[in-house]
Nanobody, 120 residues
Framework: QVYLEQSGGGSVRPGGSLRLSCKAT????????MKWVRQSPGKARELVSL????????????NYGDSMKGRVTISQDIAKNTVDLQMRDLEIGDTAMYFC?????????WGQGAQVTVSP
């Protein structure tokens, strides 16, 4: 079992920046990748970014979804079992609930979510 606790989020004006953090506890050695997704009302959940935690050739490899590519950076501290998402140049369309996820033993675990609101 993996447990994820998120922090960060909030409200910001267009063009602003926010940082989301996520800390994993429990069976963290089984985590192969961690990710951030977001969901807005009436829309499907979409990938923001992911980062690999395992594999001699995949460790720290990252992927970014098209919606925020170039405006977000994912990073991790494996020793602390944390993953951060730095977001910049935020747009009104980035308003959503953001979830931290961890993939371990073929199961996806999720954090509690953090609301990000971008408004003038």
């Amino acid at each position: 079992q993996v447990y994820l606790e998120q922090s960060g989020g909030g409200s910001v004006r267009p063009g602003g920046s926010l940082r989301l953090s996520c800390k994993a506890t429990g069976s963290t050695d089984s985590i192969t990748l961690m990710k951030w997704v977001r969901q807005s009302p009436g829309k499907a959940r979409e990938l923001v970014s992911l980062i690999w935690r395992s594999g001699p050739t995949t460790m720290n490899h990252t992927n970014y979804g098209d919606s925020m590519k170039g405006r977000v950076t994912i990073s991790q501290d494996i020793a602390k079992n944390t993953v951060d998402l730095q977001m910049r140049d935020l747009e009104i369309g980035d308003t959503a609930m953001y979830f931290c996820g961890a993939h371990a033993n073929a199961v996806d675990y999720w954090g509690q979510g953090a609301q990000v609101t971008v408004s003038p």
